[in-house]
C-alpha cells in the first residue's frame, strides 16, 4: 500500500462525533458483508445512514431507502464512506462533490486508497481518511472493540 496520512486518535474522534448522516457506496445487502455490518453497526450508533447501490434502490436498510446513486440523496450528507476498489474512487468523489454541498469527510474503507481523489476532495474543503474502517475507529475510541463483534474471540495460548 502506498504512504497513506494518518490522522490522530483525536482527528479522528471529532470527524465521528460531528458526524450526523453518512452515505455509504458500495452497501451490501447481505448480512455477512462488510459494508452491511459496518452501515448497521453505523446506524446503530446514531447515525443516519443512506445505502448506495443501484442493485438494490428501492429497498430498505438500516430504516432507510436505499438509492441508485448519489444523485438521489435529497438530504445533507457529513460524511461519504466508500466500499468500493480504490481505481473506482475518483469518478464517485467528482459526483459527491457535484451533489453534495454539505459534505465534510470522504471516508475510504480498509484497502482503499485514491490519492487523487483524496487531494481532489481535499481541495474541495473535505476531511479525507483512507485505508481505515469507521466502524472499527468508533469502537476502538469510544470503548466498545470488545462488546460488537470485532476482536471478540480469546486466543488460547495452548492451542
Known amino acids: 500500500m502506498t504512504d497513506v496520512p494518518r490522522h490522530s486518535d483525536a482527528e479522528i474522534r471529532d470527524l465521528l462525533k460531528s458526524t450526523k448522516t453518512i452515505a455509504v457506496v458500495g452497501v451490501s445487502a447481505n448480512p455477512v ?9 453505523l446506524s446503530l450508533k446514531g447515525y443516519k445512514v443512506i445505502p448506495v447501490n443501484p442493485g438494490h434502490a428501492g429497498e430498505t436498510l438500516f430504516g432507510s431507502r436505499v438509492v441508485g446513486s448519489l444523485e438521489e440523496i435529497e438530504e445533507p450528507v457529513d460524511m461519504l464512506d466508500i466500499f468500493r476498489r480504490s481505481e473506482a474512487v475518483p469518478p464517485i468523489v467528482e ?29 474541495a474543503g473535505c476531511e479525507v481518511v ?30
Open 33 to 41: 458483508r462488510p459494508s452491511y455490518y459496518v452501515a448497521r453497526y
Open 95 to 123: 459526483t459527491a462533490l457535484g451533489v453534495l454541498p454539505d459534505l465534510k469527510t470522504v471516508w475510504m474503507q480498509i484497502g482503499v486508497v485514491n490519492h487523487e481523489a483524496a487531494e481532489r476532495a481535499r481541495d
Open 130 to 159: 483512507m485505508d481505515r474502517c469507521p466502524k472499527i475507529e468508533h469502537q476502538r475510541l469510544f470503548g466498545e472493540l470488545r462488546k460488537a463483534g470485532f476482536a471478540t474471540g480469546v486466543i488460547s495460548s495452548k492451542l
